[in-house]
């Protein structure tokens, strides 16, 4: 699998989903859990604490702006930035 090869080269994965079960059905199906989950099911604060409580995931609204400091915390922490 092309996904067990690259897997030492991955340091933050963000997944988009449009639905906040589908969140739970990939990170399954692929064995993965994300760092970061945004997208479409996330675009309310119910989509949010919906998918927060189904994964144990930092879910993000990323086209608001106010999300962008969460955002960059987890991206220095993850890419190992000072």
């Known amino acids: 699998m092309v996904l067990e090869d690259i897997k030492q080269q991955i340091h933050c994965i963000v997944l988009c989903a449009s639905y906040p079960y589908a969140v739970v059905g990939v990170s399954q199906s692929f064995g993965v859990t994300p760092d970061l989950i945004s997208g479409i099911a996330t675009s309310t604060t119910a989509g949010v604490e919906l998918v927060e409580k189904l994964t144990g995931v930092v879910a993000l609204t990323l086209p608001d702006h106010q999300y962008l400091p ?3 915390q987890i991206l220095k922490a993850k ?3 000072n």
Do not use: D, P, S
Request: charged share 15%; glycine share 0%.
């Open 70 to 72: 969460k955002l960059i």
């Open 79 to 81: 890419l190992a930035f």
